[in-house]
């Protein structure tokens, strides 16, 4: 996730959505380039994609609402994921998660404060050997602890 | 001197990078010549990371490594875990679809080759497609994705349709809990998933594949993205594949984080960049899938085991297993486990041997509750049913299922009521939303569970009632199976949900 996200002029929509138009399936190709560049979809991509797909915006926002990964508001600066999925909880993924929101005072899907960081519940990374897992932007953590995730946030200015 | 050391996300997870920067700072501060070849993981995740030292007399194994540790090391000092072959975890097993993960550089083709990669697909370009799928339909290979379909069969039915334009589609979606094998094989074996696609092609007449692949696995994305890129340059993937067979491409696409997508039409329509929405059968995807065209849908380990398959030839590969269940399973051993990780195995072992001889029981050193076998979906499996087989029918017959074959396990400790309440709540959040038994029912199992929880006996019956009415009046198996896991802890620890043994049966 990049620190700085750059506001979307609609040259740069455009071009975004040109990239994948031709593709069969377009949508959410596009969707991920423009989450990945703005850290959301921005709402003055709409009218754009529904012109360039042939699409009412009525399907768009029922495509961008069903999928956990899409957001209309931008998150924190780093979004840390915590797995809630049953092989971490047999290693105690709930207790650790409950410290951790505890202490940053926010619930699931919240940003703390000082906008550093979004804490997103996942289901299961793939680490169900060496749970609890969590992953910080797109770096992934194994047999997460309260230190190792104190150091991470640390890291991410949380 | 050359070092070999895994680069999957669990070994990244355990802090690798730091042991793959120690290697090389040490090095170069002694002066010496070490080559770092990164490669896919042996799935031994309680040893990770793992690293293999050749110094010219074969490769011996260390681990789990820490920064610290790397001096020793290249002192030769380190004790060690001798060839990985010869840990007992990985002697017991038969390696046939993870063959080469954890042995090879994952992006070099050479070391594919070498290590009998593209044999399979030089067989399957001299045979006609009916002989093709006939090689699938006599291994026995049944999907690995959930379902168990015949393999064969389904490509047959695709190969017979209709149509100007047929797919491949790999479901990359490996949502369950507990499985890693698919993210697993990506990472370090991805070769062989795109030659098991380009067969698969072959046998039913498709130019075009994409991989369906989830977003919370980037390092799968990004290797797969590389793989399919040297595929193209080296003629594996293009206009004629390996210079003379037919045209067939590959397009990786990123899932947007929702499990039902793993439902095979729910994922057709998300490829297509419409609501993951399950889509009623028929039609079957077979005939009309991806974009109404006649597609195979089919999990990574499905197509990632069909290039062995035609190297070693079908009746190799049915000579494993028990019953209907031909070949090898990928066994996922994940939870609470003191050795975790891939073990992939002829059908057959019985469920208590993998989870108390080859797991060596929990990590905790508490005794073992119960087992969840097949993701989410599956049903907890108490030691009381550990003489289980480990093979589909025996499984149904058992009041379970093995699913994408990932293994959970819990100690002692585990709050039964609390799983099912999460299986509810699960089925809840991810719920597709086109069935009321699923969608509505879930969350009123949620408020149940909570009123047993509160100490209201009399709704247990409710939970009964509402979980046939799940199981009966739900279009997929994400509101239909739910009732697994909820009905199994209910049976086998009624105790926990107020209830005597005599009442829950
Ligand atoms: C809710 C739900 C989720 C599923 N998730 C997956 C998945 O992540 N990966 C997968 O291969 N199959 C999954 N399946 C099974 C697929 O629908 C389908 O059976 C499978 O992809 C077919 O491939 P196979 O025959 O090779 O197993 C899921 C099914 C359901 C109902
Ligand atoms: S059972 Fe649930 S997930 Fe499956 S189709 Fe029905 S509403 Fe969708
Ligand atoms: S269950 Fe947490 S990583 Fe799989």
Known sequence: MPVALPDATEDELRAIIARHADLEGALLPILHELQETYGHIPAASAPLICAALNISKAELHGVISFYHDFRDAPAGRHVLKLCRAEACKAVGADALAEALLR???????????????????????????????????????????????????????? | ??????????????????????????????????????????????????????????????????????????DGTLPGLGPVAEIPFFKRQTRLTFARCGVIDPLSLDDYEAHGGLAGLRRALDMSAPEIVAEVTSSGLRGRGGAGFPTGIKWDTVRKAQGDQKYIVCNADEGDSGTFADRMIMEGDPFSLIEGMVIAGLGVGADKGYVYLRSEYPDAIAVMTRAVELARAAGLLGRAVLGCGPSFDIEIRKGAGAYVCGEETSLLNSLEGKRGVVRAKPPLPALEGLFGKPTVVNNVISLATVPVIFERGAAHYASFGIGRSRGTVTLQIAGNVARGGLFETGFGMRLGEVVEEIAGGTASGRPVKAVQVGGPLGAYMPVSQFDTPLGYEEFDGAGGLI???????????????????????????????????????????????????????????????????????????????????????????????????????
């Open chain 2, 403 to 505: 699913g994408h074959a990932g293994l959970v396990v819990f100690d002692d400790s585990a709050d039964m009521l609390g799983m099912a309440r999460f299986a509810m709540e699960f089925c809840a959040v991810e719920s597709c939303g086109k069935c009321t038994p699923c969608r509505i029912g879930a969350v009123r199992g949620v408020e149940t569970l909570d009123r047993i929880a509160a100490g209201d006996g009399a709704a247990v019956a409710l939970l009964h009632d509402l979980c046939a009415t799940m199981k009966d009046g739900s279009l997929c198996a994400l509101g239909g199976f739910t009732p697994y896991p909820v009905m199994s802890a209910l049976t086998h620890f009624p105790q926990e949900f107020g209830q005597s043994r005599e009442a829950a049966e």
């Open chain 2, 1 to 74: 001197m050359k070092i070999y050391l895994s680069q999957d996300s669990a070994a990244k997870a355990l802090c690798a990078e730091d042991v793959a920067a120690a290697i090389r700072a040490e090095a170069a501060a002694r002066g010496i010549a070490v080559e770092l070849v990164r490669t896919g993981s042996y799935g031994m995740v309680w040893l990770e990371p793992l690293a293999e030292i050749d110094r010219g007399a074969g490769r011996e194994a260390f681990g789990p490594l820490t920064p610290e540790d790397v001096p020793a090391l290249l």
């Open chain 1, 103 to 158: 202490k940053l005072g926010i619930d699931w899907h919240g940003t703390t404060g000082d906008g550093a960081v979004t804490i997103e519940p996942v289901y299961c990374l793939g680490l169900c050997a060496c749970g609890p897992a969590a992953m910080l932007d797109e770096q992934v953590v194994g047999r997460a602890d309260a230190e190792k995730l104190d150091r991470l946030l640390a890291g991410a200015g949380a």
